[in-house]
């Protein structure tokens, strides 16, 4: 059985720092048997990452839309997994006010880096928390999962922008933060399947030093450069805006 510290010491062997911003796409089967279960997963995370910073994505957008606007950051539950869902109910743990995009995050500075998600009418805005993990040039983890899950790419491809990613008319929804106030947060959502096609970067991350894996208990682990890759598929997306589509990808492969 895994234990806090057997977790810490796999952490450490990943070459990731006490002082790191990590994003976690997580599957909690993958990692095996773990003493005390989520919670022994989230101590060994707040422990090892004492002087960082740990997120994860608790999405909402497939509860949350025109046909139920509301968003409550106690109450709406994340679709995103067994871990996230579990996550923002952990002891010390913030959540950013996006109706259908939000953050959860534990670390001496999580809410100044979760602050002000709800200003911006797209779900990963440039100055957004989705941005500040380039800022931070967080390292992405995917534990027991692809790199196709992954909403920071969504992100870069919002900030080109990319043609086609956002729906040109906002949904009007609303938010209830943590006091119970009321916030209408007017948002566009995402369109296409983009993520789909995220893997087929897999052999160029890893020669460019920007994607190296490991293990956490028994879940193999993709760990991902956010500034490297970013910058990468910024700069890829300028020259093809459309790459992550099927059409491209078809031309492609003849």
Same mark, same amino acid.
């Given at each position: ?65 025109? $046909?139920?606007?509301?968003? #409550? ?7 995103? /997994?067994? @871990?996230? =869902?579990?996550?923002? *109910? ?26 002000? $998600?709800?200003?911006?009418? #797209? ?7 989705? /941005?500040? @993990?380039? =800022?931070?040039?967080? *390292? ?115």
């Amino acid at each position: 059985m895994h234990t806090t510290e057997s977790l810490k010491a796999d952490l450490q062997k990943m070459g990731l720092t006490p002082a790191d911003t990590v994003l976690i796409h997580s599957s909690m089967r993958s990692l095996g048997k773990v003493e005390n279960g989520a919670e022994g997963v989230f101590d060994a995370l707040a422990e090892y990452f004492a002087d960082g910073l740990v997120a994860f994505p608790t999405l909402s957008w497939d509860l949350v839309d025109k $046909h139920q606007p509301v968003y #409550s950051v106690r109450d709406t539950p994340a679709t995103t /997994g067994v @871990l996230p =869902e579990l996550f923002r *109910k952990y002891k010390g743990v913030r959540r950013s006010l996006h109706p259908t995009h939000s953050i959860a995050a534990l670390g001496k500075d999580a809410e100044k880096f979760l602050e002000g $998600h709800e200003k911006f009418d #797209s779900p990963c805005h440039r100055n957004s928390p989705w /941005g500040r @993990l380039y =800022e931070r040039d967080a *390292k992405i983890l995917f534990i027991g999962t692809s790199i196709i899950c992954n909403t920071f790419l969504h992100g870069v491809e919002e900030w080109l922008p990319v043609p086609g990613m956002l729906t040109e008319d906002a949904e009007n929804l609303v938010v209830y933060d943590y006091d119970g106030n009321r916030i209408e947060v007017p948002s566009r959502r995402h369109e296409g399947d983009h993520s789909h096609f995220y893997r087929c970067l897999e052999k160029e991350f890893i020669e460019a030093g920007a994607l190296t894996e490991g293990k956490l208990g028994d879940a193999h682990v993709w760990i991902l450069q956010a500034k490297a890759v970013g910058d990468y598929v910024y700069d890829l997306l300028k020259r093809e805006p459309l790459f992550f589509t099927e059409e491209v990808q078809k031309s492609l492969r003849s």
